[in-house]
T-cell receptor, first 114, second 114 residues
Framework: DAKTTQPPSMDCAEGRAANLPCNHS???????VYWYRQIHSQGPQYIIH???NNETNEMASLIITEDRKSSTLILPHATLRDTAVYYC???????????????FGKGTLLTVNP | EAGVVQSPRYKIIEKKQPVAFWCNPI?????LYWYRQNLGQGPELLIR????????DSQLPKDRFSAERLKGVDSTLKIQPAELGDSAVYLC????????????FGPGTRLLVL
């Protein structure tokens, strides 16, 4: 799976949008971008994933650049409960062979301040 | 819908003692994963089950670790004997399988080996 690069930490004011960047310059054409987050003392939580089109769900939006070499996770109105480590992961979308594996890096610690 | 259930949440043991962790996946999920997360790191896959079959255990330290998933539902991960370096959070995740591979994680078991 392609390697990702994320800033180690970011701060955001409560109520403002949090924009978390991720670089994945070696991504392959069949690899999806997944985002998970991990709140302190909890297991990772799935947020969103996408291939090349922008995606939105009730938690967040995912913006993928046209060349797919980078993406941004957007939390439109951050709350204190969004303080967590956010992981950007790229992997092949189908379940064949070893493609199921989620390879976690160190992620970005997002701190939402009051 | 109930999420992935794990027990115990915390365990403190002395080195050389055995320990076991239990996981019940989301109902209907055929694929089950065990991950280990060391302090300050992202989770790392130990073993993956498709129903009752362990299809990838390449990262499981087989000299002291074992796992089973009888009847293809809940699973147990065992360490015998435990070593100081086994202190970590052990996470269980499940996915629907059959091409739908978004993984959902349990809260984890925090193990401290003294």
């Amino acid at each position: 799976d392609a390697k990702t690069t994320q800033p180690p930490s970011m701060d955001c004011a409560e109520g403002r949008a949090a924009n978390l960047p991720c670089n994945h310059s070696t991504i392959s054409g069949n690899e999806y971008v997944y985002w998970y987050r991990q709140i302190h003392s909890q297991g990772p939580q799935y947020i969103i994933h996408g291939l090349k089109n922008n995606e939105t769900n009730e938690m967040a939006s995912l913006i993928i650049t046209e060349d797919r070499k980078s993406s941004t996770l957007i939390l439109p109105h951050a709350t204190l409960r969004d303080t967590a480590v956010y992981y950007c992961i790229v992997r092949v979308g189908n379940s064949g062979g070893s493609n199921y594996k989620l390879t976690f890096g160190k992620g970005t610690l997002l701190t939402v301040n009051p | 819908e109930a999420g992935v259930v794990q027990s115990p949440r915390y365990k403190i043991i002395e080195k050389k003692q055995p320990v076991a962790f239990w996981c019940n996946p989301i109902s209907g999920h055929n694929t089950l994963y065990w991950y280990r997360q060391n302090l300050g790191q992202g989770p790392e896959l130990l073993i993956r089950y498709e129903n009752e079959e362990a299809v990838d255990d390449s990262q499981l330290p087989k000299d002291r670790f074992s796992a089973e998933r009888l009847k293809g539902v809940d699973s147990t991960l065992k360490i015998q004997p435990a070593e100081l370096g086994d202190s970590a959070v052990y996470l269980c995740a499940s996915s629907l399988g059959q091409g739908v591979e978004t993984q959902y994680f349990g809260p984890g078991t925090r193990l401290l080996v003294l």
